[in-house]
């Protein structure tokens, strides 16, 4: 299973209605925050791959998803996120660490959105994205190697691929470790996204202009 079939996955696990019920929770548009949808959603998946590479990584995430989020309806999940419950704001803590707001400000950056607008977005997808990942586990069997195998997929696409998805993940994981964001390259693809809003094979962008009836 491909990268882009995991993105498309959980979104479509996610539902359609969910986009602009996040939009309406943290006020913004809905075509905005399907953009930043499709800027988050890949980098939680992605660094969620990384952190499954590293010692101990893809069982502390199979423990987790096992124990905490295995079972769970994504509506009930989502209805508790909007009233402000899920521990958004934990998991993003578990997952992104000290680059929460490096990760916040890029999908600002690229979206529109402001900065507390976007790591409130993120808070409110983590929790999804954690649900989904626990009813695959277990619908599936897999073991904290197959789960870690399918984020570790999702990593690899996101940071040898292009697009603004790629793009923000790479800032945030800052690759040569100088701790440096360069938000001009941030911005540059946000706007070759903008010209070009559907990926090979439709992609997110696709799917995510499906949701809001737009070819």
């Excluded at 980098?43 to 096992?66: C, D, R, S, Y």
């Excluded at 470790?177 to 938000?183: E, I, R």
Aim: glycine share 20%.
């Amino acid at each position: 299973m491909s990268g882009d079939d995991l993105i498309s996955q959980v979104l479509g696990a996610i539902g359609p209605n969910a986009v602009q019920s996040i939009a309406g929770q943290i006020g913004a548009s809905p075509d905005q925050t399907a953009n930043a949808v499709q800027m988050a959603l890949p980098m939680i998946l992605g660094a969620l791959g990384k952190n499954a590479g590293e010692p101990g990584g893809a069982e502390a995430i199979h423990t987790a998803v096992q124990n905490d989020h295995s079972g769970l309806d994504i509506g009930s999940v989502l209805s508790s996120v909007l009233g402000g419950g899920g521990n958004g704001a934990a998991i993003l803590g578990h997952v992104l660490g000290a680059r929460q707001d490096t990760a916040a400000s890029g999908v600002s950056q690229a979206s529109g959105l402001g900065q507390g607008q976007a790591m409130q977005l993120m808070a409110m997808l983590a929790p999804l994205v954690m649900a989904y990942l626990g009813n695959r586990t277990q619908q599936g069997g897999l073991s904290a190697q197959g789960l870690g195998g399918l984020l570790g997929q999702q990593h690899q696409q996101m940071t040898s691929g292009g697009g603004i998805g790629s793009t923000i993940l790479n800032a945030v994981l800052d690759k040569n470790g100088d701790g440096n964001v360069d938000f001009s390259d941030i911005l540059a693809a946000a706007q070759g996204s903008s010209s070009q809003p559907q990926q090979q094979g439709g992609g997110i962008g696709g799917l995510l202009g499906s949701i809001f009836g737009k070819s």
